[in-house]
């Protein structure tokens, strides 16, 4: 895998062995990045179910100010340490081991705020529901913060009133939904 754009633009990194983790296509990553590219300079990126960590690393790459990842598995985690590591983003990171809900609550307790969220869990699981549902829950998100979630057709995520999507679109068997966060309606 290599970095599209960017300050680490061509520079490899590598993706955790074994078939825990489902590697996002350059095509979509690419496409996801259009998407957002106005939107990076100086922003806090939230990269859940990092797995290589591909996703925040390109953010980063291309100009956000700090990008966190969190990932369950342990050998993700490895590998997302040393791709810092190895392109000398480490002080623009902070990488977190552990069930991606808990350490959305970790992160509501230290008062963080994100610009940006990438939110690619393995597709069969309904945890990106639950991280939307709780990123919003737990004030984690700037006005008007940015969501970009891949996604199967069959398990798109759900959004509560503090969304709105902007957009949906096929690359391959993925799926990219684009969406803002607007905050609850006050009653």
């Known amino acids: 895998m290599r970095i599209i754009a960017g300050e680490a633009k061509g ?4 993706a955790p062995k074994g078939s825990n983790t489902r590697p996002t296509l350059a095509k979509v990553k ?3 990045f259009g998407m957002i590219q106005f939107d990076l300079l100086g922003a806090s990126v939230l990269d859940l179910f990092a797995g290589s960590g591909a996703l925040g690393i390109e953010a980063v790459s291309r100009g956000a100010k700090h990008a966190v990842f969190c ?3 342990r050998q993700a985690v490895a590998v997302i340490r040393a791709n810092l590591k190895k392109l000398g983003f480490e002080n623009r990171a902070s990488v977190f081991q552990g069930d991606s809900l808990s350490v959305l609550e970790r992160l509501a307790s230290e008062g963080a705020k994100f610009d940006i969220v990438l939110l690619d869990p393995p597709y069969e699981t309904d945890l990106e529901t639950s991280a939307l549902k ?3 829950e737990l004030s984690l998100l700037s006005p008007s913060a940015i969501l970009l ?3 199967s057709k069959e398990n798109p995520p759900v959004f509560t009133e503090g969304y709105e999507v902007k957009k949906t679109k096929k690359y391959g ?3 990219v939904t684009y969406a803002i966060h607007t905050g609850a309606e006050d009653i």
């Open 11 to 14: 520079r490899e990194i590598q």
């Open 134 to 136: 709780l990123l919003d």
């Open 30 to 32: 690419e496409a996801m």
């Open 71 to 73: 990932d369950a598995d």
């Open 149 to 151: 979630c891949e996604h």
């Open 173 to 175: 068997d993925s799926y």
